[in-house]
């Protein structure tokens, strides 16, 4: 093969090749290169090289975008030398600092996807797709974004991909597949929505290991990462970075559009002065394994009136408590948070600003933790205790409802949802395992790896630790709750649950929510929601002697317009 000579002599002026050292690259990487015209990005093509990407090559010289930067091509000793126009090495686009307030951060979310939307239509409307996206490939020019790593290949809607590299962090299924039949512009969607996941989880980079594909692309739910998320922004994330293209957002376009609306809606629910009425109902049903083990329902749940508030709760005991056990746990946590309550409206103590009312949710959660593991000390074999995980136990969800102002706090992996326009929301960031090693920036294959055990609930109601000295106390740090607040909307359906109601691959999904609570009043809404996932519940066989169906608990709160009489 012939060498490379360090200088090569064009009628445009002469092309510098002693970054090559004489020899044709293995790779197709490009060199940056200053020349008198500016900066370009230079390629040097080996006769094989160039002989299996001729035609390819030279269709991506004659392609003229505003967003692809001219590339030429020479010729030399049968293989060639490709140079694109380039800004310097290090013009990449700035992305959004991850730390800005959450509006902050949105705002410019939607500018950045907006011009990249524009971006990948031009692109798509020319008949090619961006299957290699990746942000750091584009460099920001006086004349608006171009992308600098589609400088030899194009790829074309329809074309077999045999050359193109695709970066896995934002590489939508089908693209990682080869299945260059389903690529569309909804493959591009999936793109510009994880490079906005990833910003909104706070790692630009993307997630650590082995990107998407490695846990099936199924995305963590982002509230982990970001818990003060607002309303309406997951949903459509979620829609964006489904595995088929074919429920994905059409195009680029159609996503930002959905976004923007979203972003809308965050100011509406803002706004204080929207009157609202409320329809509430709750139930509780006993799971197929504790009937058949002959067990007591572990769940608990309330629903308080407390003047023109409501306090609902909801508590699932852990079943393997050995001292104690879950049934005990959740009545007792129901009932100390029954008396926190109805001792605050006793004393006749306003509770107007948010900040009271958190500051007493707190109070109540740490009251209840201290009842449950006293109460668990006060069993027989209570005081010869050394195991923290012998203690009962239990989860708590709570809702604090004025108006249409709900205060939620939770500890464990009872759940709250928010439907609305037949999306479905979580409300809440789970307390096991899991959770807590994903928001310490484990991969999600890694932690997913760990089987079964990181279902455990990390934080709770009652749970303890182990002093030095061999005795038991209360963990007050792992008792604190997670609290949010959230304005509802007339339309809106929140639904708090135990995990007998929702867990995915197991009982029900959040995606079945919408259907399930679609008419009717809150309780007629409740029995639907239990019917189905009791439905899936299964009686004793030989290789489930004592069947499966965990315990099922759900309150409904229905908003409704002021004028509306509750159902």
Known sequence: MPALPSELNLPDGPLDLSLFSGHWPEDLLPRWLQRTQGWVRLYALSPEQYDNLREELHERQATHLPFLPPVHLHQYQGGALVWAESAAPEQRLALPDVHQ?????????????????????????????????????????????RIRNLDLLLPRVGRPLHHLDAVAAYAAPERMAFAHERLCPATDVFSLAVLIYYLLMGRPEGFPGQGPAAFDYDFPPLRIYRPRLPLGIEPVLRRALHPDPLLRYPTPTAFLRAFQNALAQISTRQQVSIPVALDVAGDSRIGRFHQVTNTPNQDRFLILPLGEQLVLAVADGVTHALIGSG???????????????????????????????????????????????QRALAEPLGRFATDPCDLMS??????????????????????????????????????????????QGIAPEEVNALGPMVASLYRCLGVAYATKDAQLALDLQRCVPDLSEWFLLPGDTVILCSDGLVEEGVFLSAEHL??????????????????????????????????????????VIRVLPADATPL
């Open 101 to 145: 307030d959450e509006s902050v951060l949105l705002s410019r979310l939607l500018t950045l996807g907006t011009r990249l939307a524009d971006l990948l239509s031009g692109l798509h409307r020319a008949g090619f797709l961006w299957t290699s996206f990746d942000p750091s490939a584009l460099e920001s020019t006086a004349q608006g974004l």
């Open 327 to 373: 049934d005990l746990a959740s009545e007792t946590a129901i009932a100390s948070f029954t008396q926190t309550f109805q001792q605050h409206l006793a004393s006749g103590t306003e509770m107007r600003s948010s900040q009271a009312r958190t500051a007493l949710l707190t109070q109540a959660f740490e009251q209840a933790s201290r009842d449950i593991f």
């Open 394 to 439: 239990s989860t708590a969800l709570v809702g604090w409802l004025q108006g249409r102002h709900l205060i939620l706090g939770n500890l464990g992996d009872s759940r709250a949802y928010l439907v609305r326009h037949g999306m479905v929301e979580q409300l809440t960031v789970d307390g096991d395992l899991r959770t807590l090693y994903l928001s």
């Open 514 to 555: 919408p259907a399930l609570v679609q008419g009717g009043t809150a309780a007629e809404a409740v029995q639907r929601l239990i019917e189905a996932a009791c439905a899936l519940h299964r009686d004793p066989s030989p290789a489930e002697p004592e069947g499966c169906g965990d315990d099922v608990t759900c309150i």
